[in-house]
């Protein structure tokens, strides 16, 4: 039993070894089981639509409470986060960005370390079975995260540690390899209420409870719509894709550290960009601007959209 529990340490060490030299900030480890607690909090967050349009959330439930559903045999989850905080901010003297998209869109850099991960593994232990998923409908990240003790859930309901704050993406690792689970960390929240008290839109409606439905980062990315609602003019911070008030108030984000990912960093042109070429610019010009990141999601008609919903009354005086 002993020699055992010592191969699976041992095993375990080499996973979270490996993600380090791998660049990945940190790598937790929690059992694959059914997320009982979280399948109730997500049937009655979908019955009261606080998802609102992310349709691709109600979809997938059995797969995404259960990662024995995603990859027969699974034992493990392995919980990696990767730091995306910047150097420097880009300038706030014109439409801001959230920093998440500064860089190459992440989905195509962190899958290819998942691939690289997966195959390391192999070369390690033999054949092993897994996927990796980063922000992808079927896998409830955050509640991995959480579980395994990347950190626990804010009240703004992002993911953040005492250490490392809140400036990451999650990936996980569904594995049938066996290794030692680490537990979730206590929450450090306490009585600040920062993020709830500077949300723009009111979409933290609770502590713990986001209204997805209320969100910036929702309206600037997810929504289709040809026009923003109109109720919400004025209140977006002159946000145009994305935003990061909540997690740019929160204490524990004072020890962030800026990230070593070259794909991260924001190209020359992105950094010259003033609020005159950002209302100005060409189809042709969001294209070489944003090749290869996560800003084409909203396509050059979403920007603009953003852009001149900011413009209807989020203009300071110049
Ligand atoms: S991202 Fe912005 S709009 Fe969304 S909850 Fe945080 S502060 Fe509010
Ligand atoms: S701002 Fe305060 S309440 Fe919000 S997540 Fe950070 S510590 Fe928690």
């Given at each position: 039993m002993e020699a055992f529990d010592l191969k699976l340490q041992a095993r375990s060490e080499w996973v979270k070894s490996t993600a380090r030299a791998m660049g990945f900030l940190d790598c937790r480890i929690a059992k694959a089981a059914r997320l009982e607690q979280e399948e109730a909090f997500l049937e009655k967050w979908l019955r009261d639509q606080?998802?609102?349009?992310?349709?691709?959330?109600?979809?997938h439930f059995d797969l995404r409470v259960d990662p024995r559903k995603l990859?027969?045999?699974?034992k493990s989850v392995i919980v990696l986060s990767m730091n995306y905080f910047p150097e420097e901010a880009l300038s706030d003297q014109g439409p801001k960005l959230s920093?998440?998209?500064?860089?190459?869109d992440y989905h195509k850099v962190i899958k290819k370390r998942l691939k690289e991960f997966l195959f390391r593994m192999e070369e390690q232990f033999g054949e092993v079975q897994g996927r990796g998923f980063v922000d992808?409908?079927?896998?409830m990240e955050k509640a991995w995260a959480t579980r395994a003790g990347i950190g626990w859930m804010g009240k703004h309901t992002n993911v953040l540690s005492?250490?490392?704050?809140?400036f990451y993406f999650l990936a996980v690792l569904i594995t049938d390899l066996e290794l030692a689970s680490d537990g979730p960390v206590t929450d450090h929240?306490?009585?600040?209420?920062a993020c709830i008290d500077a949300c723009p839109t009111d979409a933290?409606?609770?502590?713990?409870?986001?209204?997805g439905s209320k969100c910036i980062s929702y309206f600037t990315i997810e929504l289709k719509d040809a026009d923003l609602p109109t109720?919400?003019?004025?209140?977006?911070?002159?946000?145009?894709?994305?935003?990061d008030i909540c997690q740019d108030v929160?204490?524990?984000?004072?020890f962030s550290q800026p990230h070593?990912?070259?794909?991260?960093l924001p190209k020359q042109a992105l950094q010259e960009m003033d609020r005159k070429d950002w209302e100005r610019l060409e189809e042709e010009e969001f294209d070489v601007l944003f090749e290869?990141?996560?800003?084409?999601?909203?396509?050059y008609s979403g920007l603009m959209r953003n852009i001149r919903f900011l413009n209807l009354s989020d203009r300071k005086p110049d």
């Open positions: 606080k998802h609102g349009g992310m349709d691709y959330m109600s979809k990859v027969p045999g699974a920093k998440y998209a500064y860089g190459r992808s409908a079927p896998v005492k250490q490392k704050g809140s929240c306490g009585s600040c209420t933290i409606v609770a502590p713990y409870v986001l209204d109720e919400f003019a004025g209140k977006f911070n002159d946000w145009m894709f994305g935003c929160c204490p524990w984000n004072r070593q990912t070259e794909e991260f290869g990141s996560a800003v084409k999601r909203t396509k």
